[in-house]
């Protein structure tokens, strides 16, 4: 299905987007450097004194370094521990943003808007360096004159580290806005393929999807972008007594895997003007422009008719009145204003009662009122919002339960949810005469705390679908998270779970209520419980689990030792990050897995032999785990015939 190739593209584009995001962090560490360095210097000539010359000197060699390589640049520093552990702190704050919810998130908006901020400082400091040259060649003709040369060559540097940070932020803002336009073709997808009576256009907009798919992960296969990112990691780790052998340019190879003769973003770009070209043919009333600032809103001509409206921007120069006014919209049933920062909620919005999809970058509390939109059916929330206290938990004022159509609701920061208790209800009545019990059909719930796992707000949803869970600081800190997974029980129609814990340094392992855990669930993915292996008996009971990922130390400990045959429905296992070195099983445990995915399983011994024996086995996939983990994987392609393995290692 072209929804199915579109969100494996998506995927694919947010792990991607992780190596651009690392360099900027760190083209920005320099530019600060350089602006610490040069803003004396040019307060200093511009005060029409005579700078040391041979301090100058010093000063331009310290800043030519500042264009370097990243690998180079830390070598030439003296193996500056300040400047080692900052990069691996970049390297580790990106890497958790993408193992979040969401990958275009609050925090690459930050990351892009201190890169501007700081490029802002670097521009002027070059324009006053470039004022004092031009000051010094028509006005002085002595001793001033010597330092034009160094100053001159410090210009030159930061004019080479402008322009990658300027490249790698263009980079990011293209991709985070295919991210979107991938986003919105999902939903377009979800919402309107039942309604096209034009088969041979969903054929083509999944045939455009799967090339997509196919060119980004050929891609991935083909550019050494993992290899290069840990090679890389390890030269700044050893840098002290590494002696380089082989150039490592970590730059060059993600600029050739994103604008490479090969690259692809011309691609993809070239991909979402058919998928436009498409979209159209199955919906025409639809528009989707760019605005800068409430400026550019008039250059918009008033689409009263218009079904859809996406709007592609940054900033937070947008005032309501002006943006909705100009638009004219009435009959709107689609609303992507994740790229629109307003101030407060624009109540516009509850005016536009035909909508179905609402998508809001959220800097404030929501109000009750967005309840009024009855026909609502996905709405996503970009958090976070403002609290009044730092360790206030952030609650989502939304009575869920009185939207009668509303189907998928996505959070991006864990949060609360109200209770559909009696106080409310009263209030709701202000704005609705719809029956608390009406709605009863939301299918997709998604992050919510653990606190919110209660039996008032589960009683609320019995036809869930799917949903995900994050164990907050404060949940943590309460110790009652069992008490809260107990509540499950009431969910008997969930397919999909997906349970995070809270990372505590002590790594103490959880407590789950297995029993609660609906028999009918198909997909289960944990995350951070450090649960001891045994306890997996209680998950290969689960009749009709499909898909099982373990992440970062779901279960803990060196063995793993079936005591009973399980598992009768499993396809898909992953096992990510983990610490497992012996793991026992049989043919028996397995009967119809297809695919194995590992990754940095780095002390696993060897993959079970008896794997071999599974007939239904069509992939096995090891992404940086142990040598002799590897070679097991191999002996077992050499059992079955056509079975295809994937090796990614250091």
Known sequence: ????????????????????????????????????????????????????????????????????????????????????????????????????????????????????????????????????????????????????????????????????????????????????????????????????????????????????????????????????????????????????????????????????????????????????????????????????????????????????????????DFVPDIFFSSLQFKLLRVLDMFFLHFDSFPSQVLELTNLRHLALYVTYRLPISISKLLKLQTLIIHGPWNSRKVEEIQTLSLEYWNMPQLRHLYITVASCLSDPSLKTYILLKQYSKIKPEAARDLQTLSTISFASCKCEIFCAMPHLKKLAICETKQDYSRDSSSDCLNNLIFLQELETLKCSFYLERKRAWRILSWNAIPSGLKQLTLSQSYLPWKNMTFVAKLPNLEVLKLKSYAFQGPEWVPTEAGFCSLKHLLIEESDLVIWEATSNDFPRLQYLILKSCKMLLEIPYSVGAISALQRIELHYCSKSSEISAKNIQDQIDGLDIMIRSD
């Open 1 to 316: 299905m072209a929804y199915v190739a579109i969100a494996s593209l998506l995927q694919n584009l947010e792990y991607l987007l992780q190596f651009p995001c690392i360099i900027l962090q760190v083209k920005k560490m320099q530019a600060k450097t350089f602006r610490d360095k040069a803003f004396p210097v040019m307060w200093f000539l511009n005060t029409n004194l005579i700078y040391p010359k041979d301090d100058l000197e010093i000063l331009q060699k310290y800043i030519e370094n500042l264009s370097l390589p990243i690998a180079k640049y830390v070598k030439a520093v003296n193996c500056n521990d300040e400047v080692v552990s900052q990069i691996f702190e970049i390297t580790k704050s990106v890497f958790g943003i993408y193992r979040g919810s969401q990958w275009v998130s609050e925090k690459v908006l930050e990351m892009l808007e201190q890169a501007s901020q700081i490029s802002e400082q670097v521009n002027f400091i070059e324009s006053e360096l470039n004022r004092f040259i031009e000051q010094t060649r028509t006005k002085w003709k002595t001793t001033p004159c010597l330092v034009v040369e160094e100053v001159l060559d410090i210009l030159l540097a930061s004019h080479f580290l402008m322009q990658e940070i300027t490249f790698f932020h263009e980079v990011i803002m293209q991709t985070m806005v295919l991210c979107q336009n991938l986003r919105f073709f999902m939903t377009l997808l979800g919402e309107s393929s039942n309604k096209c009576h034009d088969p041979q256009v969903l054929r083509s907009l999944e045939n455009v999807a799967d090339r997509a798919r196919n060119f980004v992960e050929d891609c991935m296969i083909d550019n050494p972008i993992e290899s290069e990112m840990k090679y890389f990691l390890d030269v700044v780790n050893n840098i002290a007594t590494y002696s380089l052998a082989r150039e490592t340019n970590l730059e060059k190879v993600v600029k050739d895997i994103f604008v490479g003769q090969e690259g692809v973003s011309q691609y993809l770009f070239q991909t979402l003007e058919e998928i436009h070209y498409l979209k159209g043919e199955i919906r025409k009333r639809r528009l989707s422009f760019q605005l800068n600032s409430d400026g550019d809103v008039h250059l918009a001509p008033p689409y009263p008719h218009l079904r859809s409206f996406l709007c592609f921007t940054l900033g937070s």
